[in-house]
């Protein structure tokens, strides 16, 4: 990438906007290829997910990921570039797309802020080929038209133009600059919208996709009889909704309940989206250092302290449940240890609270070594024990037969990528496919050798209150 010493911010005219974008296109025709062109500027606070809804559009692609507890958020709409993938080699074509993209991209203004300079939204579907009729591709990858993140105290606003020979420059131009006075001006827009439609209450029809307690017992038979230690089986919900759900409010109601977690959505345009509210980080890269963790066994949550606090003390002595996060634990220090990764983490796991469980919880963390980089991170990592199995070919292979329907991003890897190679992906738990007045929500446990049926549909159960309250507004 191309850095350029220019400050938008002190020269903000439409003139100087013009200059830049016909540089870009005078590059463009010299190399015979396209620029892609990208303005960072830090502005005065703003709500990432308020200005997705002010823009929002159900034909066009949308990305949002945030922490609420953390203070960062980040929201993507529209494309400049994409591409997509399928099948074992989709980590490398995604990474292919990102370098070709970034060798010929030139950006201005404030790109060492927070969150500044293009970034690359991901999504890796669970297996590495979808089925037909499937809302999301195995793998996809954008850059947006406009982002807007925020870390701390720090917006910043990135708009990203790909210029071509033949552009029209004085229509891009326009584009960009009524873009930058919306966002000058966006309290005020958004104090003058409309209020919400949504505040009837809703009702649903559920369907259950499957018998889960068979699939569950199934399962069971096949560990017994040596195929793999452990698998994680799903169960989905199919609704339909008296009126339109909007997914961005059912993504609001999420972050609200979900402080902790990283609440998500993303669509193509073209179908549903897939929103949610993960508990679990699958890698993030920062500054050299590689953050994962391993989050599995569950136990619900207590009326009082002293119930809440029993049953955490119990999920700390359950060898079930011992034995599942060390399966974890395992997985991802044996996958790692060939690229050179070498974690740290305590010896014994804590218990993370969220809002109705509570789970196994071991953070680990390494330095990222020479030459390594985040996509071979997370094609190693993904799928971890904690959302497939083990041995996870094994498990992987009788997935889909024993839960009976497709997982699409269901447990697939979720994240961005930004210029410098530093980024942040989750899993797409706790999450449902949403479109007009139909959703489908998805919630899983992970099965051994000592599960019950009963038990394991039960945790499913606490796991789908989060969307289901969500849905409910």
Not at 55 to 68: D, L, M, S, V, W
Not at 156 to 164: G, H, K, M
């Amino acid at each position: 990438m191309t850095i350029l010493p220019i400050k938008p911010a002190q020269d903000a005219s439409p003139e100087a906007l013009k200059a830049f974008l016909a540089g870009c296109q005078l590059k463009a025709a010299a190399d015979g290829a396209p620029v892609l062109a990208s303005i960072s500027l830090v502005v005065p606070a703003l709500d990432p997910l308020a200005v997705l809804e002010a823009i929002f559009e159900p034909g066009e692609p949308h990305f949002y990921a945030e922490r609420p507890s953390e203070r960062s958020a980040l929201a993507g709409a529209e494309v400049a570039l994409s591409a997509t993938a399928s099948g074992p080699g989709r980590f490398t074509a995604v990474q292919r797309f990102i370098d070709e993209t970034l060798a010929r991209t030139v950006a201005v203004g404030d790109v060492d802020a927070p969150f500044g300079g293009p970034h690359f939204f991901t999504s890796f579907a669970f297996h590495d080929e979808v089925e037909p009729g499937e809302a999301f591709a195995a793998a996809r990858v954008f850059v947006p038209r406009w982002q807007v993140a925020r870390a701390g105290e720090v917006t910043t606003a990135v708009a990203n133009i790909l210029v071509e020979a033949g552009s029209d420059i004085d229509a891009l131009a326009q584009r960009v600059w009524r873009a930058h006075g919306k966002f000058a001006r966006f309290e005020v827009a958004e104090a003058a919208r409309e209020p919400s439609p949504a505040a009837t209450p809703l009702r649903f029809t559920q369907t259950e996709a499957g018998d889960y307690r068979a699939a569950v017992r199934r399962g069971l038979e096949r560990i017994a009889e040596g195929e793999f230690e452990k698998i994680v089986l799903a169960r989905a919900i199919d609704l339909q909704a008296c009126r339109k759900l909007h997914p961005l409010e059912v993504l609001n109601g999420l972050r609200e309940r979900f402080p902790e977690c990283y609440a998500f959505s993303a669509a193509t345009g073209t179908g549903p989206s897939f929103i949610g509210a993960s508990p679990e980080r699958l890698v993030r890269v920062s500054q050299g250092v590689i953050e994962t963790e391993a989050l599995a066994g569950s136990a619900r949550r207590g009326a009082g302290a002293s119930e809440d606090a029993a049953l955490a003390a119990g999920l700390l002595r359950s060898e079930k449940d011992l034995r599942e996060h060390r399966h974890v634990i395992g997985s991802i220090t044996r996958r790692l240890a060939p690229l050179g990764v070498a974690l740290e983490h305590a010896e014994a796991p804590s218990v993370r609270k969220l809002a109705n469980v509570q789970h196994l919880h071991t953070p680990m963390r390494g330095r990222l070594p020479e030459g390594v980089r985040l996509l071979d991170l997370v094609s190693v990592l993904h799928p971890t024990p904690a959302v497939g199995g083990t041995p996870r070919e094994a498990a992987l292979a009788r997935i889909r037969e024993l839960e009976g329907f497709p997982r699409g991003l269901y447990a697939g890897a979720l994240g961005w990528i930004n210029a410098r190679g530093g980024g942040e992906f989750f899993v797409g738990l706790r999450s449902a496919l949403v479109e007009g007045e139909r959703a489908r929500v998805y919630a899983g446990a992970g099965i051994v050798a000592g599960s019950e049926p009963e038990r394991e549909f039960a945790e499913t159960e606490l796991k789908f209150q989060a969307l289901l309250a969500a849905l409910r507004g």
